[in-house]
């Protein structure tokens, strides 16, 4: 396939068009504006001219009905006039009874200096033109993706933090110890790399983190340049990616270029899986552009000296999609992962960004790190944000706990709907929907306990919902806890049975999450007696979704259906006995929920353990 090359046509075009344009206004335009100078009076003044003996040269023009005359004006200067020739016999007598000699011949208008006339004809048409194509030029790259880079073919749009001035360091990332330590080797290279060469040890060429979306890699990254104190140059792989085949490479070089004249220094890479996916093995349609900036990554992380101090960092959230020349050894061969937070991490990154925020005393962040199992750093200052939006709107001169609490569910399961009409009836079912899912919970062994449970609508879609929090942090999950859990989601769905004789469509979340846990269960977990510990799914994308694919025949998908159909039933057939065995309860919970709306697990408690 042959190069394309950019066609000069259109630039010749244009400049055809703007001399044609220019010709059109010299011919047509400029004659009339740059026409001699030449001031109309009425007949009136021109007797009136005579009289005061100002005139000093005459024509009368009998065919155009005309008379030009040249007369001295006001200031002294002398001008040509036109009037309209009137029907005045006395009009030579009139002239020749004046004692000044007037005399009678040509009258040629003023003319403008040529200097004038080139200026107003070629010079300041041709920079209007000029001006007017470097503005549609500069527009036209604005609009068009990557019209910028026509000017600066090749270019880096790296930005550049001298003496990394990014305004991070570690003390700003928390809840990742284990990635802040394996990082922190790299800043003491840099600041000490004589320690290193002495004993013959080199710096790894480059750092990979890999963790799901707003876990802090592009945080890490810039406080590592903060801590180390040396240039910070930071690009998003989307931006090597160019339309022309050729430019994202020439990027990449001359990325690494200004890298070792500012060495020691560091490059940080996100989202290098935009560039860094695995190649074309021969199919039809590759991308040529892409596969050629990948190349020239490789060849420039091969051909620096990582003793100089040019540390390239990169982070991803796909990293099986990845090239493998990429992550061998010489080039990305260390991997950082930067994980989800545990229980005492996310207590410390909700201390982070409450430093930014006035707090009311007695603030129990352990217990929001607990409501919170498995949110992102991202999502936990998200929190700590909309907690402080309602305070400004109530009045409030800090945070406190309760609006904490409140923005882990504007989180989790959006806003209130104040305003949202939702009958009795309705009301009704769905308090003994989410008691259905709290009882059955609190009558099994081994469950997290009931945090809160409430009826209000939100914006999410949920009428209601039961919160559970784990006591602490839960790394394992048995098969009976697992079948538990099951259980409790078909809790809700049995109460309706139980009390209403019919269902709902309010069941449709309980049911989706069930199917899932019972499906991973048989495929993943290995908790069938039938498959014992087959793999029967595969994972991919594990920190986008983790989304699953069956690896099995289709007779066996055929029974892993049954096997979990057979599960659900189980753990359906389980709640509902629960539920019927404690129905007197069940009423007098879903009757105060009713009332209230809204019972914190504390009353719960009190209510379970009064019966």
Known sequence: MKEQKTSKKPI????????ILLMLLNALVFPKVLQPRVTEVDYGTFLRFIDEGKIKTVEIQDEEQRIAFLAVDESGEEKVYITTAMNDPNLVDRLYQKDSKIAFSRVLPQENSPLLNFLYTWILPSVAFYLLGLWLMRSMQKRVPGGNNAMTFGKSNAKIYVEAKTGKSFSDVAGQ?????????????????????QIGASLPKGALLVGPPGTG?????????GEAKVPFFSISGSEFVEMFVGMGAAKVRDLFQQANEKAPCIVFIDE???IGKKRDTGGIGGNDEREQTLNQLLTEMDGFDGKRGVVILAATNRPDSLDPALLRPGRFDRRIPVELPDLAGREAILKVHANKVRLSPGVDFNAI?????GASGAELANMINEAALPAVRNGRKAVSQEELEESVEVVLAGYQRKNAVVSEREKKIVSYHEIGHALVAAKQEGTAPVH?????????????YTMQVEAGERLLLSREEAFQRLATLAGGRAAEELIFGSVTTGASNDIEQATKLARAMITRYGMSETFDMTALETVSNQYLGGDTALACSAQTAAKVDEEVIALIKDAHHRAYEILSSNQALLHQLAAYLLEREIITGEEFQKILEEN
């Open 177 to 197: 110890d284990e990635a802040k330590e394996a990082l922190s080797e790299i800043v003491d290279f840099l600041h000490h790399p004589d320690r290193y060469t």
């Open 369 to 373: 790190a607990r409501a919170t199992s």
């Open 12 to 19: 010749l075009f244009y400049c055809i068009v703007a001399i």
């Open 272 to 274: 290098l899986d935009t």
């Open 452 to 464: 809160k449970i409430t009826i209000v609508p939100r914006t999410s879609g949920a009428l209601g």
């Open 217 to 225: 890699k592009t945080l890490l990254a810039q406080a590592v340049a």
